[in-house]
């Protein structure tokens, strides 16, 4: 197996909807080709927590993977986001998302464990069901500590040793078990690629990683592949920097009351970047409000994050 490679930036991309509420195809086709147009993006993660992926009905799911493979014509993979909440339901979802176009897959958890935790073996089944039945390549979805599903150390190494497991996404938040477990998991398997989830805080994160899986991805790409760069050359100041430079629109998108909130700041951010005319949304998301986004706004101004087709016209 040819493992995907995401030694760089993997946006998760938002669903871009109509004024009317349905999936609207050309705006996310734009919103793909523009992620894609950069040097330094790997992959497209589509149909995650940022995508509203769980807010979509399957028909409309496999119609945006068609319509995101189709836009990016082979230059990256696209990788799904697997939430049915049983195993075989989500080995079933995958393997239509495999046949839609998908190569990868970002499995989540149930999300009774959230709630519940999860019985021991129980996750290590998830991953290698999703395999068998479908092929795609997996990602390890490792989530905040704070959570009943987020897997302890052992189970973590039971599934990056699984075949088909290429990769890690990890949003521990946790950083005394960032330093144990990172380390663990690349002696397990030093083919494992460890991307980085952590939105709103990266920087302590960026010297340990291959590359981000991120929904920040969306709105400051090109930011982001520098800091992957700077974190990759053990360049703190460097990484420093920009990280400070994107601090302001941290703040207004990611420092929030809840992290749900971030994907409605998300589609804010790229109106104004000019990829989205509107940042329309579905139940249960609500809106920001206008003093929210005129501080987003107002945040991309203090960054220095101009609109694309501004730098277009510049260069």
Not at 212 to 241: C, H, M, S, T
Not at 243 to 261: D, I, K, N, Q, W
Not at 298 to 304: M, Q
């Amino acid at each position: 197996m040819q493992s995907m490679d995401m030694r760089g930036l993997s946006p998760a991309p938002v669903t871009a909807f109509t004024r009317d509420g349905e999936v609207d195809h050309k705006a996310n086709a734009k919103l793909a080709k523009w992620l894609v147009s950069m040097e330094g993006v790997k992959s497209l993660v589509i149909l995650g927590h940022a995508g509203e992926g769980t807010f979509l009905t399957e028909e409309e799911r496999l119609a945006l993977i068609h319509t995101y493979v189709e836009a990016v014509d082979g230059a990256v993979p696209i990788i799904a986001g697997i939430t049915g909440e049983g195993t075989k339901v989500a080995a079933e979802e995958a393997r239509k998302c495999k046949a839609a176009g998908a190569t990868g897959a970002l499995v989540y958890p149930n999300h009774g464990w959230l709630r519940f935790g999860f019985q021991k073996g129980a996750p290590q089944d998830r991953y290698k069901a999703i395999w068998q039945e479908s092929g795609l390549q997996c990602i390890l979805f490792q989530y905040p500590d704070a959570t009943k599903a987020s897997y302890d150390l052992d189970t973590q190494l039971a599934i990056a040793t699984q075949e088909g497991v290429v990769a890690t996404k990890n949003g521990v938040r946790n950083m005394k078990r960032w330093y144990v477990e990172i380390p663990e998991l690349k002696k397990a398997n030093p083919k494992l690629q460890v991307l980085s989830c952590h939105d709103e805080w990266l920087l302590p994160t960026m010297f340990d990683v291959d590359g981000l899986l991120v929904g920040y991805g969306n709105i400051a790409p090109e930011l982001l592949i520098e800091l992957i760069k700077a974190g990759k050359a053990q360049d703190y100041p460097e990484a420093r920097k920009i990280f400070e430079r994107l601090l302001p629109v941290t703040r207004a998108v990611y420092h929030r009351g809840s992290h749900m909130e971030g994907t409605v700041a998300l589609k804010l951010g790229l109106v104004h970047r000019g990829i989205l005319d509107h940042a329309t949304i579905r139940e249960p998301l609500k809106s920001l409000g206008e003093k929210a986004e005129a501080e987003i706004f107002a945040a991309f101004d203090a960054a220095g994050i101009g609109r694309v087709d501004q730098l277009l016209a510049a260069e």
